[in-house]
């Protein structure tokens, strides 16, 4: 027996504050508190974490979160703990977990996050089998998918895991999944066809521009004196952050600090906190900064560079704006990065070429397009968009055709 919707209401309110669900939000939590398997593709910052706390609040048993990195473990504790909700980490930075298994077996647990590798392992099954399993969450679930633009092996190791408790039901999540990942991460994950919820992708608040590069300093600096609000500039290396940071705080006289995995660990806590409470201040970063991170007025989201895929620019340009205010995401190419990107597919995997160049060609033909850039983004993501959304670069300033894949081959054969 589910529970009623009063009691569905009430938890929403008690245990997270709010006062409504958002999106689609209502029905995964209804499939799920059902017992039927789903997966949800829902947006960067449309609310996926409160799919399965709310279950796992509700239900009997342990929900276990499947998730990729350790750090956005920690952090889903921190504010689930803060939500009154019985939660654990079961992984190798902890050095309680002989407390947490012993938690879990006495069914005092409403929460559990682990890792796949740790999730795959036999004695992992054997411990769940221990306890009571109310739900098996697999975040980031597009990890799963050779197709996804971010495939790690070890997801695949979680499916003989779920075989093993196959009256438990299954939610997969995932920000940003292609028509053709999708699939693929139902069959991988077993879940049938009609469990599939997709949130509308549109971001009508962000103003999106793709613009060629000339003198990326200079265009940088003119974008930070119209945009006086908090935003990240993402660019392709290390060395490339550490250098624009500097020339910018310098010709704008603005707060601009680095974000990279090449800093150390106090630093880059320093400067995303600094980041995140500041109402001015401007993050130049590699991709290394933006997963996890909770700043609703980002003002712009800016690429010195061209991103991996299509699916990176979604996701790293859906950082602006979360309040819902107007913000702008504006790309500064250069044929140079096509030339680089196409270089770099001949030297990955050779079965997942043709994936990532496809992923790749998306991306040149959001940026060659005269059309609206919207309607190229929501088509990719399998969405009918509007004919025309009026607020993109095409839309308010039409412009004609600009071949770079044809830019991008003659600067190969060189
Ligand atoms: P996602 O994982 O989809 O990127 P999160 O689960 O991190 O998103 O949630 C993003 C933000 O939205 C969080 O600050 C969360 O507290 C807030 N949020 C989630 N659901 C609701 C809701 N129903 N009403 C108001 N705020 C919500
Ligand atoms: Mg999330």
């Known amino acids: 027996e589910p529970p009623s919707a009063d009691r569905v209401a009430q938890a929403l309110h008690d245990t997270f504050g709010f006062s409504a ?75 309680n977990r002989a407390e947490t298994m012993a938690a879990l077996r006495a069914g005092e647990l409403d929460l559990l996050y682990v890792a796949p590798e740790r999730a795959s392992q036999p ?42 408790f196959p009256q438990v039901p299954r939610l997969a999540l995932t920000a940003t999944a292609d028509h053709h990942t999708r699939a693929d991460i139902l069959a991988q994950l077993g879940i049938d066809e009609d469990g599939l919820i997709v949130a509308g992708f549109d971001r009508p608040n962000i103003r999106y521009a793709i613009r060629p590069r000339d003198n990326a300093l200079r265009q940088l600096k003119t974008l930070l004196e119209e945009n006086p609000g908090p935003g990240i500039i993402y660019a392709p290396t290390r060395a490339r952050v550490e250098q624009l940071a500097e020339s910018l705080a310098r010709a704008t006289g603005r707060r601009v600090l680095p974000y990279h995995a090449g800093l150390a660990q106090e630093v880059r806590a320093r400067n995303q906190t600094a980041f995140v409470a500041s109402e001015d201040m401007v993050m130049v970063a590699t991709v290394a900064f933006g997963m996890g991170i909770d700043k609703p007025d980002v003002r712009f989201v800016a690429h010195a560079g061209v991103p991996k895929s299509i699916e990176g620019y979604y996701q790293e340009t859906g ?52 059309e609206c850039r919207r309607a190229v983004l929501l088509r990719h993501f399998g969405e009918d968009p509007p004919a025309a959304c009026g607020n993109c670069d095409n839309c308010l300033e039409p412009v004609g055709l600009i071949a770079v894949t044809d830019l991008a081959r003659k600067l190969l054969s060189a």
């Open 319 to 370: 950082r602006a704006g979360r309040d819902g205010d107007p913000s702008v995401a504006v790309m500064f190419w250069g044929a140079d990065d096509f030339a680089r990107a196409r270089m770099r597919l001949s030297e990955i995997e050779p079965h997942r070429q043709a994936s990532e160049r496809t992923r790749l060609d998306a991306l040149a033909a959001l940026v060659e397009t005269g």
């Open 123 to 164: 004695y992992f099954r054997d411990l769940l089998s221990q306890a009571r399993i109310a739900l098996f969450a697999i975040d980031e679930a597009h990890c799963v998918s050779e197709w996804g633009h971010d495939f790690r092996p070890d997801y695949r190791l979680l499916r003989p895991l779920l075989d093993t």
């Open 21 to 95: 669900f958002r999106g689609v939000q209502d029905r995964v939590v209804d499939r799920v508190l059902h017992g039927r398997s789903t997966l949800a593709v829902m947006p960067t910052g449309a609310g996926k974490s409160l799919t399965y706390q709310l279950p796992a609040v509700l239900l009997p048993g342990t929900c276990v979160v499947v998730s990729p990195l350790i750090a956005l473990m920690h952090d889903q504790l921190r504010s689930a703990t803060a939500n009154g909700i019985r939660a654990a980490t079961l992984t190798s930075a902890d050095d």
